[in-house]
Nanobody
Framework: QVQLVESGGGLVQAGGSLRLSCAAS????????MGWFRQAPGKEREFVAA????????NYALFVKGRFTISRDNAKNTVFLQMNSLKPEDTAVYYC?????????????????WGQGTQVTVSS
């Protein structure tokens, strides 16, 4: 059974940084693309960033490009989201997701498996 567990969220002032982690288990991590989404109160869940199975390709939502970096460590079965220059509008629950099928990209509506999320709050 695939399990995704996010961590690293918290409260930070505007301009600060956080590093989110998502630990995966239940299958061969290095065969699957991974992605991050977020959902702010009263808003729909939205795509943030994705990385392919070997880390060779990434893509980002326009609103985070240049501030956030997605990466992965296949030896540790973990994907990361480094978030810099945080803004109050980045406040949301951040979710990790992955597709069911290996080497298939994370779509803009997400994958088949999701973590429980981690809260990020940015104060002004």
């Amino acid at each position: 059974q695939v399990q995704l567990v996010e961590s690293g969220g918290g409260l930070v002032q505007a301009g600060g940084s956080l590093r989110l982690s998502c630990a995966a288990s239940g299958r061969t991590f290095s065969s699957y693309d991974m992605g991050w989404f977020r959902q702010a109160p009263g808003k729909e869940r939205e795509f943030v960033a994705a990385i392919n199975w070997n880390g060779g390709s990434t893509n980002y939502a326009l609103f985070v490009k240049g501030r956030f970096t997605i990466s992965r460590d296949n030896a540790k079965n973990t994907v990361f989201l480094q978030m810099n220059s945080l803004k109050p509008e980045d406040t949301a629950v951040y979710y990790c997701t992955t597709p069911r099928v290996p080497r298939v990209g994370v779509s803009r509506i997400g994958g088949d498996y999701w973590g429980q999320g981690t809260q990020v709050t940015v104060s002004s």
